[in-house]
């Protein structure tokens, strides 16, 4: 009897000390920044590290002999294999090729935008100095000769090439933000042209172009909160539709995503009404 008392005492003594560490544990790893995930795990080992030192004061087991030692090793083992595999059931499972594929397809594009964009800006500076060289031109024409003409007709040939090749403008936003509708993974709960997500998870987007001003489309993007699709109302209050776009993504990337959405005109395909919240 007195030997099952302290087998109790020990049992709750190493309990409250197992606890205290999970508990000492799940802090420090919050404070270092763990991911939630990471978090529970280690708490998890400490736990099940507890189990294992309270089970070392367990009293002996009688010994087994014969067949019924092998069932009781092939229960243990079918024991302790099950909980592994239930554990890692329940835990979520990375795969680092599949993390960094997409890491690299935020990081790629926005490396190739940086470098159009400096090309970009450099031909609207060539642009600017060309149209102030022509002001400069004219002025002197009035003053000067022919001589002068000349020289001002072989430098406008420049500036209209480059005006040319930034025309095209409009449909390379639009196109660009197909682009980043694709990256960000706006497919796997929506759907466009009768391509994405097979769930339903969230609403159809095929005429979202003449329900929502761009304006509101921003609005819904950077802030998901702001806006909800009529019908929607148990995925609104889940918070399905993610708020990280506004840390994932440029500015110029939102712009061009927004100028996708906009062009989004089909009539023919229904597309929740959005209401203001
Ligand atoms: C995890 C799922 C999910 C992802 C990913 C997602 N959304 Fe949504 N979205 C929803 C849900 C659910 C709704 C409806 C509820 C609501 O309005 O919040 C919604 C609503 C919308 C609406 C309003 C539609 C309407 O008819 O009112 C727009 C626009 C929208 N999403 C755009 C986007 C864009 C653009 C992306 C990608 C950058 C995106 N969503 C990514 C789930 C998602």
Known sequence: MPEEKSLLRLVVTKGILGAVIAVVVFVAAKLMHFPPVFQIMFMLYVLLGTIVYILLDAPALPSFTGAKAIAALVAFYALVSG???????????????????????IVKPKLAMTEKGKVDELLKRSEELNARSQAIMKRLETIGGAEVKSIAASTGSTGGAAAAKSAGGGGDLIALGKDQYELQECYNCHKIGGKG????????????????????LKEKLLNPRAWMAEGFDKEYAKKLMPDKYKELMADQEVDALIAYLSSLKDTSVETPKPIKK
Request: no cysteine.
């Open 83 to 105: 909980a592994f595999i239930a554990g890692a059931n329940v835990l979520p499972q990375y795969d680092p090729s599949v993390e960094k594929g997409k890491i690299d397809k």
């Open 197 to 216: 997500s097979v769930k339903k998870r969230g609403p159809i987007l095929d005429n979202i172009g003449n329900l929502m001003k761009p304006e509101e």
